[in-house]
DNA sequence: CGCAGATCGAGAAAATCATCTCGATAAAAA
DNA sequence: TTTTTATCGAGATGATTTTCTCGATCTGCG
């Protein structure tokens, strides 16, 4: 029995239109399509209006969606309207950059404290958010009932930090390291992949570096 | 007629098997099944079997692959042996983070110049690269013949900074920024949606802890 | 030298995801 | 008021991806 069938690319597709949504609620518009969306997006309206109808949103014909609506839907769909305490770990050079970002508030997500190993980082203010000894970790996770925990740790560190983590009551790692955590089921792990994206990239572009010579070439039939 | 009919879903798997592969190799060791991958990545043996097939890589029965030919034929699939330089543009938190990276080069990309339109940013070196006005971008692009672009701005200037980038030359965009670009087709983009990982996370958590107070409270039938 | 066990790789079946089709509905136009 | 048109949403169809099945092959052991 599957507890939440929604497939994994709609989840996926969400954000993107709700950042669309906000863009367009900036601009004062107050309606939108299904088709409207797909063609800023690159989706087909069909599918539009599927991934939206999981959130629970309904459209009028001939009108389309409220934006209003459709941006409270997709919030509390993703439960974006409650903000869960993250803690991180590894204040390098992407952790440090996530310190900085503003608008994961917004995702559900406010990252109040972080670690790192190193005493030279450890002390220090980033951001405006506080780097700690990762020896605090477990205790204050506990204490603070933090549930989520981003990974910016290298990769030969992220596994053994992993399991600390989930040690210390974490559910749920956002992680970076290039690895696949090894860690209990019930713990939620979502990878950002870097390197999976540059292997497309790669890819993409070698292929039609192939192809245009190839065009180039064969002019003649077989 | 397809030019490259390898599934996306392969080509995002083979990084993380590439990584796998080279801490196998670091510890020494010369031979792997498709069964030992597949449980290490949490990926189904058949799986791990038809993906390393389209890299040309081949294994023997009883003995599985040598590590080292999975490694070389992984990478000249990716063609991440030849490495390609890029630009980077956006010199703030995540590109500076990305500026810190080793690794890139490992896969295919190098990133030989950064550029921001803050005259503040611009003239500094970040991690041993050169940050430039953002105005020299499109002459410098083309007379080095960089085609790969790293897109770290705010979403507001993305889509403008993205036209530059194709104007000059740019054939593949790796785009930080949580919009989708509207580019001519001929443009390879690969979006790292931080926030699309961030809502498979929170709605995960949220669907978890809805089955877990179900749990709780359903115990008749109903 | 022949058998047993492990592994591969190809093709069939199943599952998942995306697109197409079509009737229904609401607003605007005639 | 009736017709037209844009849009929705549900179900059927199609495409893609994953998993299952099975015969072939290679190594090591008796």
Redesign the pocket.
């Known amino acids: 029995m599957?507890v939440d069938s929604v497939?994994?690319?709609?989840l996926r597709r969400l954000p993107s239109y709700y950042h669309y949504l906000l863009r367009l609620r900036e601009k004062g518009q107050e309606l939108?399509?299904?088709?409207?969306i797909g063609v800023a997006l690159g989706?087909?309206?069909?599918?539009?209006?599927?991934d939206?109808?999981v959130t629970g949103?309904?459209?009028?014909?001939?009108?389309?969606?409220r934006v209003d609506d459709l941006i409270a839907s997709i919030e509390e769909f993703l439960n974006w309207n409650n903000v869960s305490d993250a803690f991180l770990v590894g204040a390098g050079h992407m952790g440090t950059a996530l310190l900085g970002y503003e608008g994961f508030e917004r995702a559900g997500v406010r990252i109040v404290a972080a670690f790192d190993a190193s005493p030279r980082r450890a002390g220090k203010k980033i951001q405006g958010v506080s780097v700690l000894p990762v020896e605090k970790f477990p205790d204050l996770a506990r204490r603070m009932h933090v549930v989520i925990g981003i990974l910016t740790v290298p990769a030969e560190d992220a596994q053994g930090v992993a399991e600390m983590m989930v040690a210390s009551g974490i559910q749920a790692i956002w992680n970076f390291a290039p690895i696949v955590l090894e860690l209990p089921e019930t713990v939620i792990v979502e990878d950002v992949a870097l390197y999976s994206s540059l292997g497309v990239l790669s890819r993409r572009l070698a292929v039609r570096r192939k192809s245009a010579a190839a065009r180039d070439s064969v002019r003649a039939g077989p």
């Open positions: 599957r497939p994994e690319a709609t939108i399509s299904a088709a409207q989706v087909h309206h069909t599918q539009v209006r599927k939206l109808a949103s309904q459209g009028r014909p001939k009108v389309g969606h």
